[in-house]
């Protein structure tokens, strides 16, 4: 059983490999030219205009929250692909149910405008 989980144990290992490396070189051979409008609390570099805080629409948490949800359900597919020739057929078709709800919930907050942003 833990043996057909090494494809994912490499996958995790390769990603964390390459992420490491993009930020070791980034850090290394990048471009260091501070000034005094870099090193401001402003990350932008620009003046900071109105209220230190402002009202942000309900439309972006609606957004992050749709995001987060189809990125965990869509982690459900590695295990399910790893596993799928000992599933057999009575596995693909729960997965396939699975990922026609997830099409209905889609199709749901599409229709809504849910994914539209003004």
Do not use: C
């Not at 990125?71 to 057929?89: K, Y």
């Amino acid at each position: 059983m833990p043996a057909d989980y090494l494809p994912i144990l490499v996958l995790i290992v390769l990603a964390t490999f390459v992420a490491v490396a993009a930020v070791t070189l980034g850090h290394l051979f990048g471009p260091r030219r501070p000034t005094a409008t870099k090193g401001s609390p402003y990350e932008s570099g620009m003046n900071p205009y109105g209220p230190g805080q402002r009202r942000v629409p309900v439309r972006f948490y609606l957004v992050a929250v749709l995001f987060i949800l189809f990125d965990i359900e869509t982690v459900f597919l590695l295990p399910w692909a790893v596993v799928l020739r000992e599933l057999g057929v009575r596995g693909l078709v729960q997965m396939a149910v699975f990922i026609f709800v997830l099409l209905i919930g889609f199709v749901y907050a599409w229709k809504k405008g849910a994914l539209e942003w003004e």
